[in-house]
Nanobody, 126 residues
């Protein structure tokens, strides 16, 4: 079972940038697609972006397209989420997720999640 640890969250002003990192251990990182989700209190966890096991394919929800970039470094067992032009609506706890290769969906959210990180808080002030 893969273990995931996020970092890089914090407080930023609207229009600013942050880069989240998610370090994986306990599994073969290149066997997994990776994704980012976010959640605000009282709401369901929301899919944000995903990247295939090789990094050759990515998907973003419309609300972050053009502002967020997901990437991965298989040599470092790490996936990143570069967030730019941040808005107060981006405020949430951000969670890293791992899913087996076959669950990657090039048209939307992964079909199944095999592991979650503990989350990192991102707060965007207006």
């Amino acid at each position: 079972q893969v273990q995931l640890v996020e970092s890089g969250g914090g407080l930023v002003q609207a229009g600013g940038s942050l880069r989240l990192s998610c370090a994986a251990s306990g599994g073969t990182f290149s066997m997994y697609g990776m994704g980012w989700f976010r959640q605000v209190p009282g709401k369901e966890r929301e899919f944000v972006a995903a990247i295939s096991w090789s990094g050759s394919s990515t998907y973003y929800v419309d609300s972050v397209k053009g502002r967020f970039t997901i990437s991965r470094d298989n040599a470092k067992n790490t996936v990143y989420l570069q967030m730019s032009s941040l808005k107060p609506d981006d405020t949430a706890a951000y969670y890293c997720a791992a899913f087996e290769r076959g669950y990657y969906n090039p048209y939307g959210a992964p079909r199944r999640i095999n592991g979650w990180g503990q989350g990192t808080q991102v707060t965007v002030s207006s």
